[in-house]
């Protein structure tokens, strides 16, 4: 069933550069960049396209049934982007963008801490104000691109001189700050970690130890961060969702290959009357999270913001996906079962479509 209705010519760059995937992540990224893929959210003054977030579900469509950990990777540089876009300053999003798309750099969306989770209005990390800056202290955990990123979007508590808290605000943090303020790099990473899917994207902490950052790389204004995460985060979802319809359907697609091979006393399996049952439950889910999907884009480029429906369309499309790509590998029998076979690692990697972003924002 085809879900993508994307105009053709951006369609075939693509997929051109889909077939250009490599086991790595960063070089799979730097394919897309290289293809002009990674540029098309970017705002038409830096050379984008300004697609909208309906567009990018078909886009996450396809990375969700090519290659999940691609999708992960993809969406961290996409936040990274969307923060940067609609917050920053004309002067800094120039420098930035301009580095973006000379240099093919990647972008790292810090929000996570170990013993915070998503609960970013407790988040640790601090920011300490001073008349033309701040200083970053603190650590996240669990970021997509990290090692690779050349940008940083970091959430911290702001604190003036007295420790006073200002709140949470969002900051562009670039990964060799130094050169900015003559510090010793002060910003490193630690645990790359080796997960249960999903091995092709780069997953690690980051820890900032007094990290200069000038008044000008705060995006929005002081105690903006929560305001700023919430609109970034529900496009995400929105494409979380899009990637959870993509890796369902290929699943079905793995099990009803195996089905139509299958032959029991003469017929085919897919023809068996309960089988044929349990593929129809499983296609009206899938149908059903498409919908809330499409739904929930449609009001972030109407609104600029979709928080419930993109909430709703992630929690439902995550969990049918973890469900549907468990029942496939069912019905691919023990072949589904080999670590040969494709739906063995879509297992593995689906099923952090339902850990991350969770329902409540
Ligand atoms: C592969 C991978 C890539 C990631 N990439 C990034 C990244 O690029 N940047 C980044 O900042 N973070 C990233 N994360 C972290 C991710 O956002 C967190 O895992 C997620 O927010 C949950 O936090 P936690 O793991 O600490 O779970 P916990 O806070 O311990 O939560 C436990 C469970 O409760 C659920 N939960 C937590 N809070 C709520 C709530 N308010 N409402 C409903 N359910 C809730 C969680 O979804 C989880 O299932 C990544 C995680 C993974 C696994």
């Not at 994207?201 to 929005?220: K, Q």
């Amino acid at each position: 069933m085809s879900r993508i209705d994307l105009s053709k010519e951006l369609n075939k760059n693509f997929l051109q550069a889909l077939e250009n995937i490599d086991a790595n992540c960063s070089v799979a990224l730097s394919s897309l960049h290289k293809a002009g893929v990674l540029s098309w959210a970017l705002p038409s003054s830096y050379q984008g396209l300004e697609i909208s977030t309906r567009d990018m579900v078909d886009l996450s469509y396809l990375l969700g049934r090519t290659s999940p950990s691609l999708f992960s990777s993809y969406t961290a540089n996409l936040l990274g982007i969307t923060a940067l876009s609609r917050f920053a300053n004309e002067r800094l999003k120039k420098e930035v963008f301009e580095n973006y798309l000379r240099n093919k750099t990647i972008f790292a969306f810090c929000m996570t801490e170990k013993n915070v989770g998503f609960d970013v209005a407790s988040t640790t990390t601090l920011a300490r104000q001073t008349a033309d800056g701040f200083y970053l202290n603190g650590q996240k955990d669990y970021i997509t691109n990290i090692s690779i990123a050349e940008h940083l979007i970091v959430f911290a508590k702001t604190i003036d001189s007295q420790g006073a808290e200002l709140g949470v605000s969002a900051f562009y943090v670039p990964r060799r700050s130094h050169l900015s303020k003559n510090t010793p790099d002060s910003i490193s990473v630690m645990n790359e970690y080796e997960k249960l899917g999903q091995n092709h994207s780069n997953t690690a902490g980051v820890s900032f130890s007094e990290v200069w950052i000038p008044t000008e790389n705060l995006l929005g204004n002081l105690g903006d961060g929560l305001k700023i995460l919430s609109i970034c985060v529900s496009r995400t979802k929105t494409l979380i969702g899009a990637a959870a319809v993509g890796a369902a359907d290929i699943a079905v697609d793995y099990a009803c290959k195996h089905l139509e091979k299958r032959i029991i006393k003469g017929k085919p399996l897919i023809k068996k009357p309960d089988i044929a049952s349990c593929l129809s439950e499983i296609s009206i889910q899938i149908e059903a999270a498409w919908l809330l999907t499409k739904q929930a884009s449609e009001t972030w480029d109407r609104e600029g913001i979709a928080v419930k429906d993109s909430s709703m369309a992630k929690y439902f499309a995550a969990k049918m996906a973890v469900r549907t790509v468990s029942d496939c590998l069912e019905l691919c029998g023990a072949e589904g079962y080999l670590e040969t076979h494709p739906i063995a690692s879509l297992y593995r990697a689906s099923s952090e479509l339902s850990i991350i972003s969770p329902l409540i924002s």
